[in-house]
């Protein structure tokens, strides 16, 4: 299968951190093109947009779960040039393609890019974050809800957790029993539930949603 064939499909079949990897081996260096730009996908560019919005105590140092090619990153950088990103992704192409992102002025989105497979306890070798955020790694055939656990632990007390869910995937998979479950061990803050958009007016796929969580950790 070509690079260019690959898409929604094959990304929803992945079973396994392995074959995430090979799956973002083959389509790293067209998903831009084949994908994000074809599709019309907004996903990226609505996380950071619900990020500034809703956080609004201006945190500094944060982390971008799921990298991709770094889209989400670029975006939150132009509406907050002052925050210092890293990046952890399963896939080193992926990152690799992340890491060429640039800020308005020039300067690399990413300080640093971390390899990662988070259905696992997370290594941090930084200070814990003030905050993370995450667009189209919670979703069918990827990570599950039970995978927010090991991002707590990243996060400083009071840190922001941004992350967007896949809608059917936030239903089909127990998300809010989770969430549930977190807060009831005081883990973290009552969540807010946000719904966006994924893709443009005019996409093949509009129409298709996620919900975003916005919370706090509590450690």
């Not at 896939?91 to 690799?96: D, R, Y």
């Not at 127990?174 to 007016?201: C, H, K, M, N, W």
Request: net charge negative; glycine share 6%.
């Amino acid at each position: 299968m070509s690079d260019e064939a690959l898409g929604l499909d094959e990304a929803y079949s992945v079973k396994t951190p392995e074959d995430n990897k090979r799956l973002y081996a083959k389509w790293a260096a067209t998903y831009e093109s084949s994908f994000v730009d074809a599709k019309q996908y907004r996903y990226p560019k609505a996380i950071a947009e619900c990020f500034n919005e809703i956080v609004t105590d201006r945190p500094i140092r944060v982390l971008d779960i799921g990298t991709g090619t770094g889209l989400t990153g670029m975006y939150l950088t132009r509406l907050r040039p002052e925050v210092v990103v890293d990046a952890m992704d399963i896939s080193p192409q992926m990152l690799a393609q992340a890491q060429l992102k640039q800020r308005s002025d020039g300067s690399p989105v990413y300080r640093r890019l971390y390899e990662r497979d988070l259905t696992q306890a997370v290594l941090n070798e930084s200070a814990p974050y003030e905050a993370l955020f995450s667009s189209g790694t919670f979703t069918h055939g990827h990570l599950g809800p039970e995978c927010l656990r090991n991002l707590l632990p990243l996060l400083a007390n009071n840190g922001w957790l941004v992350v967007g869910v896949n809608n059917e995937h936030f239903e089909a998979k127990g998300f809010e029993s989770e969430l549930a479950a977190l807060l009831a061990l005081g883990a973290i803050t009552e969540p807010q539930i946000l719904r966006i958009d994924v893709y443009e007016p005019g996409s093949v796929h509009y129409g298709d949603q996620a919900r975003v969580i916005i919370t706090r950790v509590r450690n």
